[in-house]
């Protein structure tokens, strides 16, 4: 759980928090100032019970973390048995998991992908597209502007808790990036195409890096930036509304106490998607009318790790979708994070001209990841470079003792009572779920052998951690099943005339590393498992999965077939 308002005794020892309080009460939350209010009048008045309850949580949490774990055997099964049992709370009808408040919860979404690719589970692959396109058409996407909010207060999608973070619309942009791959649905590809537009034109700092989040309430009332009336429709579009009425519908649903919210029938989705060209007009006056609203305040703090989520996922869209210009906001994006640092180690935020030290291992890991998808991007041996640097700096400063594992936060952090692994996951996939990923991708791509064994011993340690929890540790199942499975794509390709790099870029696979080589290089050749350098005479493209390696294809029909998913 990951809590925004945490409360500590004055020796820094936490006793109560909570993630979201709005400012007024509403909605069943309390409001800021009566938990404000709550909390000093439990600590003047129960002052001893307060101290008891966080001598009690510190002990318990303390005890929790020095439990002792054996490894595991990282086995195929594991990912089956946690997709299966995400696939059995799936709502069949709207998507996601069943019940409400509704999250888009990227890691079970991913949990069901890689589970799809390596098993062929087509109900696993068809569980994400439909929560996909159940989300896409609700209020919790900005049908005007692009964007996912945080998540449903209900179980259809309808009604958004209006707060928009940068880590959910990140994973957004990879996991529609997939199931355009899969499926060609143009739906997947215009929400990436709105959703990064959202994020050039809202969410870039000074220098260009991305804040971390837009909040839901401005003058004082939540949604009220996005919200419509008939009227304000109407009055934005005159004679065009009827037209934006046959493709979204303003609902008012019993309990919500603002504006009308845009959403979509499916069959207003469909036509939507056929008739595009029509609505951009209509998108680009409601936006402007937008424009002239109070703006809901804005996070500017850029943070590093949720940073990297976007940049790796900039990157991926942007080689899969032939957008040059998002690579190179990915690019730019990713020298202002590293800038950022000093004595070669990340800061974990920055805002304006304030740094924040030091980083924490999801930092390091997150831009470790970017830079191997920009690697993919771009070529550029600079960020193979990065990378490395990055896992050097996790080592020296987040290494457990027997190194086995990373902690959270840095062995010289002053300010955390208590230094824990970083297992569970949030909204987004825990830090040592990162870790094990990045390492993973890093040596496949530099057959650094001692990064591969470290991230295996890693993967297995963590995995006997998780055995107990796998819902709570799905990013550590997933990150363990590419160890198990990495897949590797060298292909030596005509720069001025491609045939076998856009059929690499158009498939992309979270388990897949790609290394593009031109025609007739001499040096820097990437090798392959045993040791052995590709011939680049003449085009061709060798898929290895660990240490075996397919026979190599020349022609792009083949490397389509090797490649694609449907």
Excluded at 241 to 258: I, N
Excluded at 310 to 329: C, F, N, P, Q, T
Excluded at 384 to 397: H, K, M, P, S, T
Aim: charged share 25%.
């Amino acid at each position: 759980m990951l809590f925004r308002s945490m409360f500590l005794t004055p020796d820094g020892k936490p006793f109560w928090g909570g993630t979201y309080f709005p400012r007024e009460a509403r909605y069943g939350r309390p409001g800021f100032v009566q938990v404000l209010e709550a909390v000093d009048k439990a600590w003047r008045e129960k002052k001893e019970s307060v101290n008891q309850s966080a001598d009690g949580l510190t002990t318990h949490v303390e005890a929790r973390l020095a439990g002792s774990h054996a490894k595991a055997v990282l086995d195929s099964d594991t990912l089956a048995k946690l997709a299966n049992g995400i696939d059995g709370m799936i709502d069949r009808e709207l998507g996601g998991l069943r019940g409400a408040p509704k999250f888009p919860n990227a890691p079970f979404m991913q949990s069901l992908w890689l589970s799809w690719l390596r098993d062929s589970t087509a109900a696993h692959r068809d569980a994400v597209l439909l929560s996909l396109e159940k989300m896409l058409a609700g209020g919790i996407y900005d049908h005007v502007g692009g964007g996912l909010s945080r998540y449903s207060t209900d179980a259809e999608w309808l009604v958004p808790h209006f707060e928009k973070m940068l880590y959910d619309n990140a994973q957004l942009v990879r996991l529609c990036n997939w199931a355009y791959a899969s499926t060609g649905k143009e739906l997947f590809r215009l929400r990436i195409e709105e959703t990064i537009a959202w994020l050039l034109r809202e969410m870039r700092v000074e220098g260009g890096a991305f804040a971390a989040s837009l909040d839901a309430d401005s003058e004082g009332e939540e949604g009220l930036f996005y919200t419509w009336s008939k009227d304000e429709v109407e009055l934005a579009l005159d004679d065009e509304s009827a037209l934006f009425f046959h493709y979204f519908t303003l609902a008012d649903p019993h309990g919500w106490e603002g504006k009308p919210i845009i959403r979509q029938t499916e069959a207003q989705q469909t036509q939507s998607v056929i008739d595009r060209q029509q609505l951009v007009p209509l998108k680009e006056k409601l936006l402007a009318a937008r424009a002239q609203r109070i703006r809901p305040g804005r996070d500017g703090k850029a943070l590093t790790d949720w940073n990297g989520l976007m940049i790796a996922a900039l990157a991926e869209a942007g080689r899969s979708l032939g957008r040059s210009d998002w690579i190179v906001a990915a690019a730019a994006a990713f020298a202002a994070i590293a800038a950022a640092g000093r004595d070669n180690r990340l800061s974990h935020s920055m805002l304006g001209a304030k740094r924040l030290f030091p980083a924490l291992s999801s930092d390091y890991a997150a831009m470790t990841n970017a830079a191997v998808s920009l690697f993919e991007a771009t070529g550029n041996p600079d960020y193979i470079d990065r990378a490395g640097n990055f896992i050097e700096q996790l080592d020296l400063w987040h290494r457990d003792s027997d190194k086995t594992g990373y902690y959270l936060t840095a062995s010289n952090s002053t300010d955390v009572p208590i230094r824990i692994r970083g297992d569970v996951d949030e909204a987004i996939p825990s830090a040592t779920g990162q870790i094990i990923e990045a390492m993973v991708r890093l040596s496949s791509l530099t057959r650094d052998l001692e990064l591969w064994e470290k991230a295996w011993t890693i993967a297995e340690h963590a995995a006997g951690r998780a055995e107990h929890q796998p819902y709570g540790q799905a990013g550590i199942v997933n990150a363990c099943a590419l160890a198990l499975e990495p897949l590797k794509l060298v292909i030596v390709d005509k720069p001025e005339n491609p045939r076998l790099v856009p059929v690499a870029n158009r498939n992309p696979d979270p388990r897949r590393v790609d290394i593009v080589v031109p025609v007739g290089s001499a040096t820097n050749l990437p090798a392959l498992p045993g040791g052995v350098l590709p011939p680049t005479a003449e085009p061709g493209a060798w898929l290895c999965t660990g240490q075996v390696c397919l026979p190599v294809v020349t022609e792009a029909e083949e490397l389509e077939g090797l490649l694609r998913r449907r």
